[in-house]
C-alpha cells in the first residue's frame, strides 16, 4: 500500500489513456443516438461496447489499476464486516417503522393543535 502523504503524479501517456477512453465512452452514448432507427438490442449493444472498451482503455493507466486495487480491497473489507442476523435486521426496521409512526402522530396532533388555537381561539373561524 502506498503512503498516502506522498502525491501521485499523473503521467503525459497516462492522461492521455484517460482522454481516450473518455472519448471512447462519449463516442458510445453518441453511438446510441446515432443509430436511432437500428433495433434496440444494437443501440444498447453500442453504448456496452464504448463502456467495455473506454474501461479496457483506462485499465493499462496508472489511475485505472490504483481504481482496480481500490476495487479489490474495498471487496477484501466488506468480506470483513459483521453483517446484522435477520432477526437484528427485522427488529431495527420494526423500531424504524414504531418511530415513524408515533412522529407522525406527534406532527398530526401539534399541527391540529396550533390550527385549533389560530383558527378557533385567536381568530374565532370555524
Known amino acids: 500500500m502506498s503512503n498516502p502523504n506522498v502525491e501521485t503524479v499523473t503521467s503525459t501517456a497516462d492522461r492521455i489513456k484517460l482522454g481516450l477512453a473518455f472519448v471512447v465512452f462519449v463516442a458510445g452514448l453518441a453511438g446510441f443516438y446515432a443509430f436511432a432507427n437500428s ?18 482503455i483506462a ?10 486495487a481500490f476495487g479489490q480491497d474495498s471487496v477484501q473489507e466488506t468480506r470483513k464486516v459483521v ?12 423500531a424504524v417503522f414504531a418511530f415513524v409512526v408515533v412522529m407522525a402522530l406527534f406532527l398530526w396532533l401539534a399541527d391540529k ?14
Not at 438490442?41 to 463502456?51: D, K, L, N, P, T
Not at 485499465?59 to 482496480?68: C, D, I, N, Q, T
Not at 393543535?113 to 370555524?126: A, F, N, P, R, S
Open 39 to 56: 433495433p434496440m438490442i444494437a443501440r444498447v449493444g453500442v453504448i456496452i461496447a464504448g463502456i467495455l472498451v473506454a474501461l479496457a
Open 59 to 68: 485499465w493499462f493507466s496508472e489511475p485505472g489499476r490504483r481504481l482496480v
Open 113 to 126: 393543535t396550533i390550527e385549533w388555537v389560530l383558527y378557533d381561539l385567536l381568530l374565532g373561524w370555524k
Open 83 to 94: 453483517w446484522p442476523s435477520r432477526k437484528e435486521t427485522i427488529q431495527t426496521t420494526v
